[in-house]
T-cell receptor, first 117, second 112 residues
Framework: DGGITQSPKYLFRKEGQNVTLSCEQN?????MYWYRQDPGQGLRLIYY???????QKGDIAEGYSVSREKKESFPLTVTSAQKNPTAFYLC????????????????FGDGTRLSIL | GQQVMQIPQYQHVQEGEDFTTYCNSS?????IQWYKQRPGGHPVFLIQ?????EVKKQKRLTFQFGEAKKNSSLHITATQTTDVGTYFC????????????FGQGTILTVHP
């Protein structure tokens, strides 16, 4: 059954600690994305990757880092530099988009809720 | 960066009433997508509109893309309790390939 798996579902971070959120997809999608969602707000893009070993900053990349060593995996690290990390984090994937301004439907995982202890 | 504005932020309706949410951009959009997020869930892709003036229907849902490709709407006829959730529009995020900019979303509550 194809899809996107995010883990853990809930995560608690202590002060000064880095935490890593996992995102794995078996849809054979080239592109992957990380979004942050705060209560009552839309989705804000943190990082995205169009291809393995390449990624770009989104609109709110400060305090976050990513890697894309495998096509299936796009982990997100929330560093201690991110002073307000409490949010709902969503990972998504889509087919590749080789044409500028074009978009493919994005498929989302179930998300990770991160809170500060 | 490019912004997509969505209104209203909240909408409360009685079951059976109609519902509409609107999405506006200051720049021309090459395409627009709509997503639904149930409470506690994740966004699910509903549809993509590409052509000027395009109208697409999915059962009780009607999606429109403006003639100038700067606005879009989602209309639900005779709402049901299963329609509750947040509806988002999303447009291309500037020049970046595949990047989406999401609207703030409209939270729909349906009272039985």
């Amino acid at each position: 059954d194809g899809g996107i798996t995010q883990s853990p579902k809930y995560l608690f971070r202590k002060e000064g600690q880095n935490v890593t959120l996992s995102c794995e997809q078996n849809l054979n999608h080239d592109a992957m994305y990380w979004y942050r969602q705060d209560p009552g707000q839309g989705l804000r893009l943190i990082y995205y990757s169009q291809i393995v070993n390449d990624f770009q900053k989104g609109d709110i990349a400060e305090g976050y880092s990513v890697s894309r060593e495998k096509k299936e995996s796009f982990p997100l690290t929330v560093t201690s530099a991110q002073k307000n990390p409490t949010a709902f984090y969503l990972c998504a994937s889509s087919m590749g988009t080789p044409v500028k301004y074009s978009n493919q439907p994005q498929h989302f995982g179930d998300g990770t809720r991160l809170s500060i202890l | 960066g490019q912004q997509v504005m969505q209104i209203p932020q909240y909408q409360h309706v009685q079951e059976g009433e109609d519902f509409t949410t609107y999405c506006n951009s200051s720049t021309t959009l090459s395409n627009i997508q709509w997503y639904k997020q149930r409470p506690g869930g994740h966004p699910v892709f509903l549809i993509q509109l590409v052509k000027s003036g395009e109208v697409k229907k999915q059962k009780r849902l009607t999606f429109q893309f403006g003639e100038a490709k700067k606005n879009s709407s989602l209309h639900i006829t005779a709402t049901q309790t299963t329609d509750v959730g947040t509806y988002f529009c999303a447009g291309p995020g500037g020049t970046s390939y595949g990047k989406l900019t999401f609207g703030q979303g409209t939270i729909l509550t349906v009272h039985p």
